[in-house]
């Protein structure tokens, strides 16, 4: 039987109708293992080709490519790059999980598969960063963000005091969530140094009864990293750290925070997962104006499957989470971020000025680059020749412009050394 172009030919000549690709490439089907097509009740082995594409299939692969040979170095700071061996194994299940017979995105939530699944990777969070057990695990919806709104309307009263340390944008936009829920005090903020520095926390006049201290530990559009944390003046405070882009990426003594929080399309995953870190004797005090959604109280009492949460999601952190224990845990895994970014921040310094990061450098970013170029005219041609050399979303965010290479944990050493040396290409071209 002949097929035509829009069709796939399965098993014995049966012809399954296909949607007519957009380009060459979409129309191919990636397989990583032989799979099955149940027809009348019978499991039949399935042999796939798209008859549409000219470029054949083996094993998964594109013939004459392997792996990352078909990649670009992604520098985007969100949603980021993930590891490549995550990316293939998640690839290999997303047909069938594990003989279940169906995907990770078909599963019940409250099935056994997928409750293998998130008690797994809470597990390996919580030892990679040796969470205590007086902490929930909490994973939701929303993004960074909505907690800027669940933070004030779970820890603290209308009329309470929330001091903040606000050390570039994210830290700002907390402030004026929280403006809407409870008083809010701003201790310190670069803002009029453009956000290059952290402050001398002796230097920091706390409120005596705030009922927490805000912080960003990295803030992703600035390239500003708290290497240490500040301290709480009322005893009966709290640090709440905003973790979403260094989460994972070094060792974090979670004990010095009643909260930590972050959106995990920076270091752990894909968008859509929200990773909420909380003492757990601050659970409990949520407001009688509290959505249900916005309660960790509700999501803590059912393990995060209130609702349906974003499973697919987290079953890519939780492949993330094996994959960073693999590597040696987080002591290992900073080793790796200082490297890049010491190879990187080394070849602006060693520039002579033609690139320059405007951070102090006691405090710049493991995982957010941001630099300029001495002729700013330049910047577009340096991110428009970058990208013919495969190396995409070097663009400054657009409140700030120039240029930023997020370096998170997935972006290989390989990744770092590609652009050090388009770098000083492009300095002797143009300098």
């Not at 670009?72 to 003989?99: C, H, I, M, S």
């Not at 008690?119 to 969070?125: F, I, N, R, V």
Request: proline share 5%; glycine share 8%; net charge neutral.
């Amino acid at each position: 039987m002949a097929a035509s172009t829009n069709s796939f030919l399965v098993g014995n000549n049966t012809q399954i109708p296909a949607l007519k690709p957009k380009s060459t490439s979409q129309s191919l089907l990636h397989l990583s293992k032989p799979n099955t097509v149940n027809f009348a009740g019978k499991i039949k082995p399935v042999a796939v080709r798209c008859v549409a594409s000219t470029t054949q299939v083996q094993d998964g692969v594109r013939s004459g490519s392997v792996g990352s040979q078909e990649r670009v170095f992604n520098f985007a700071a969100g949603p980021a790059t993930l590891p490549e061996n995550v990316l293939l194994k998640a690839q290999a299940d997303l047909y069938n999980w594990r003989g279940s017979g169906m995907s990770v995105m078909e599963m019940s939530h409250r099935g056994k598969e997928f409750l293998s699944i998130i008690q797994k990777a809470e597990s390996d969070l919580r030892q990679l960063l040796e969470i205590p057990q007086e902490y929930s695990v909490l994973f939701l919806q929303g993004g960074a963000t909505t907690q800027f709104a669940a933070l004030p309307l779970n820890l603290c009263k209308s009329d309470d005091t929330v001091d903040f340390v606000v050390t570039g944008s994210w830290g700002d936009k907390a402030v004026k969530e929280a403006k809407k829920y409870c008083k809010t005090n701003v201790i310190w903020s670069g803002k009029s140094e453009k956000y290059t520095k952290v402050p001398s926390f002796e230097e920091l006049e706390q409120t005596p009864d705030a009922k927490y201290l805000h912080i960003c530990a990295n803030e992703t559009i600035h390239g500003v990293e708290f290497k240490d944390y500040p301290v709480p003046k009322n005893p009966d405070g709290f640090l709440v750290a905003d973790m979403s882009s260094n989460f994972c990426s070094k060792p974090v003594d979670v004990s010095k925070f009643g909260v930590i929080y972050g959106g995990a399309q920076k270091n752990v995953g894909p968008s859509g997962v929200t990773i909420v870190i909380i003492r757990k004797d601050l659970i409990g005090n949520a407001r009688d104006i509290t959505p249900v959604m916005l309660d960790y109280k509700i999501h803590d009492e059912n393990s995060s499957l209130y609702n349906t949460p974003p499973c697919f999601g987290i079953y890519m952190c939780g492949l993330v989470f094996e994959d960073l224990l693999e590597q040696g845990g987080l002591k290992e895994v900073e080793r790796k971020n200082q490297r890049k970014a010491d190879l990187l921040y080394n070849a602006i310094e060693e520039s002579n000025g033609f690139f320059r990061c405007p951070v102090e450098k006691s405090v710049r970013s493991l995982m957010n680059v941001p630099f300029t170029l001495e002729k700013s005219e330049l910047e577009a041609e340096f991110i428009k020749e970058a990208a013919k050399e495969k190396m995409v979303q070097l663009k400054g965010h657009r409140s700030v412009g120039g240029m930023r290479a997020s370096i998170y944990n997935a972006m290989p050493l390989a990744g770092v050394e590609k652009l050090v040396a388009f770098m000083k290409d492009f300095q002797a071209k143009h300098a």
